[in-house]
């Protein structure tokens, strides 16, 4: 009986250790599974009557001026023409075309480009893993707990509509469209291809932009 | 081998606390191991064959021993991990990424079943099992997470085969589980098929 109970008790913790690690199994593999591409858009807005667009020729960098508090990372400007000549190139494909800003005659759309990157804190405790196979399963002991950091980038495309009127109190800026790059930062060659992969994302699933008629 | 084997599941049957009946009807106490594979808007969350099936089954059947009353408690995880496009909810938009998708599931029901046959062969039986799914659903993607749990309505349908074995009876079943929407989750639907012993 008391052998009986041992194999029931051992039966019971193995059970015990896959459900604890059976709740979220799957893990992280690479650090470009943290980007992730966002587009926003405002419902009352009508793309299809846009067809001009003006767009700065500068990456306005968010963090530029602000605290020290603020976990900011300087960003490079060593990608910014390529990322520019993406954004271009997506609004083109869409049929829009690009003319010079001038106040009397303003375009359809206001697109900007701006980047911002971060320090990002976590706090991860010990972990379970697999090892060997006279001992599948094991828990690092004692638990501990440690800090880690990461640095986050973000790209940002926004259009504004200056037609649309602004009576927001207090005033807001009438973003109709945004798309948003984010991911962990990596090597600066890698960072860039991502946005750029990424910019081409956010137009992508945003078919409403489309003001061809279908020609593309 | 055979005997370590044995001993397993009669542990197993110790564990729960099952003691012999002096009684004409009797408590079968079981545990169940098996498979499922969603389908519909549970496919559609989480499409994965899942080998994370685990069922807790106690029955308490009639002198004749073609009939059982008992209930049951389960626990099913579905995993997906996809790069997708998915509409935001609540504001007008999308979100592309790596997405990890779980659905934890735990059924609670009772349990009704007929058995066909001669009691001390194997027979088949079917079954009804009604009662409530507490089912979570959670979305990682980039560094943010999304959960939502909710309990649901729901019940699971049943068709067997029994294998009795001297104090034991195996038995391989199938079940479909459909459940009502609750909170912001519609209707989840997936069948599981189970391997289980039980002991009185």
New interface residues.
């Given amino acids: 009986?008391a052998?009986?109970?041992?194999?029931?008790?051992s039966?019971?913790c193995g059970?015990a250790a896959?459900?604890l690690v059976?709740?979220?199994?799957?893990t992280?593999e690479s650090t470009?599974?943290?980007?992730?591409?966002?587009?926003?858009?405002?419902?009352a807005e009508d793309f299809s009557q846009n067809l001009t667009y003006a767009m700065a020729d500068t990456i306005v960098h968010i963090c530029d001026g602000a605290p020290e508090s603020a976990d900011c990372i300087p960003v490079s400007r060593a990608f910014d023409g390529q990322i520019l000549d993406k954004v271009e190139a997506e609004m083109t494909a869409l049929g829009y075309t690009r003319i010079a800003f001038d106040e009397n005659n303003p375009p359809d759309l206001l697109v900007g480009v701006s980047a911002v990157a971060r320090q990002?804190y976590a706090i991860i405790g010990s972990y379970c893993d697999w090892w060997y196979w006279y001992y599948p399963y094991y828990c690092y002991y004692p638990p501990y707990w440690t800090t880690v950091e990461y640095e986050?980038g973000t790209v940002f495309v926004t259009m504004v509509d200056p037609d649309r009127p602004n009576t927001a109190n207090p005033p807001r800026i009438p973003i109709v469209w945004a798309g948003v790059v984010?991911?962990?930062l990596s090597s600066a060659s890698v960072n860039a291809q991502r946005v750029l992969d990424g910019i081409g994302?956010a137009f992508a699933?945003?078919s409403y932009l489309d003001v061809t008629g279908g020609t593309q | 081998m055979k005997r370590?084997f044995n001993?397993?599941v009669?542990?197993?049957a110790?564990?729960l606390g099952t003691q012999k009946s002096a009684s004409a009807q009797q408590w079968l106490w079981g545990l169940a191991y098996g498979f499922a594979a969603p389908t519909g808007n549970t496919k559609d969350f989480a499409n994965d064959f899942s080998w994370?099936n685990?069922t807790v089954e106690a029955r308490r059947i009639n002198e004749n021993r073609n009939m059982s009353f008992g209930f049951n408690a389960s626990?099913n995880?579905f995993?997906e991990?996809s790069n997708r496009?998915s509409v935001?909810p609540n504001?007008?938009?999308?979100?592309?990424?790596?997405q990890?998708r779980?659905i934890?599931s735990w059924p609670i029901l009772l349990s009704a079943h007929h058995y066909f046959g001669h009691p001390y062969r194997p027979r088949p039986f079917i079954g009804l099992n009604l009662g409530a799914y507490i089912i979570e659903e959670?979305v990682e993607?980039?560094?943010v997470a999304a959960h939502e749990t909710n309990v649901h309505l729901g019940g699971a349908p049943e068709v067997g085969f029994a294998f009795p074995r001297g104090n034991q009876i195996w038995w391989l079943s199938a079940r479909y589980h459909a459940t009502l929407e609750a909170g912001h989750v519609p209707e989840q639907n997936y069948f599981t098929v189970s391997l289980g012993v039980t002991s009185h």
């Fill in positions: 009986m052998r009986a109970r041992i194999w029931a008790a039966l019971f059970i896959l459900t059976s709740c979220y199994p799957g992280i470009e599974e943290f980007g992730t591409v966002t587009t926003l858009f405002d419902p990002g986050t984010n991911g962990v994302q699933q945003s | 370590a001993i397993v009669l542990a197993a110790l564990l994370r685990f626990w995880v995993f991990k496009t935001l504001v007008p938009g999308s979100v592309t990424g790596t990890y779980y934890n959670r993607i980039g560094l």
